[in-house]
């Protein structure tokens, strides 16, 4: 059984930083591109921020380029989002998705197969 669970969230001020984790287990593939979205109320599920197998490609929506970084510890089944310089507009649960795939990132929900549950991050002003 796959499970992806998220942690980190919580409550900051704007400026301020956090670093979400994502621990995946129950994934049977050896190869798997990990990714980070987020949904604020009354608004779809966007994407933020995915990462290949090998840390070798990366790619980020345009709102968080720059103050967000995606990276993955392979050997702990771990993908983590460094958050920096957050705004109220940051405001979301963030969810972490995976897809057993050994080439390729996705910015499409529908292309990543399992999901966690999500944490809750929310910027103050």
């Known amino acids: 059984q796959v499970q992806l669970v998220e942690s980190g969230g919580g409550l900051v001020q704007a400026g301020g930083s956090l670093r979400l984790s994502c621990a995946a287990s129950?994934?049977?593939?050896?190869?798997?591109?990990m990714a980070w979205f987020r949904q604020a109320p009354g608004k779809e599920r966007e994407f933020a921020a995915t990462?290949?197998?090998?840390?070798?490609?990366?790619d980020y929506a345009d709102s968080v380029k720059g103050r967000f970084t995606i990276s993955r510890d392979n050997a702990k089944n771990t993908v983590y989002l460094q958050m920096n310089s957050l705004k109220p507009e940051d405001t979301a649960v963030y969810y972490c998705?995976?897809?057993?795939?050994?080439?390729?990132?996705?910015?499409?929900?529908?292309?990543?197969?399992?999901w966690g549950q999500g944490t809750q991050v929310t910027v103050s002003s």
């Open positions: 998705a995976a897809r057993e795939t050994f080439a390729g990132i996705g910015i499409s929900p529908t292309w990543y197969t399992y």
């Open positions: 990462i290949n197998w090998g840390s070798t490609s990366t």
């Open positions: 129950g994934l049977t593939a050896s190869r798997q591109t």
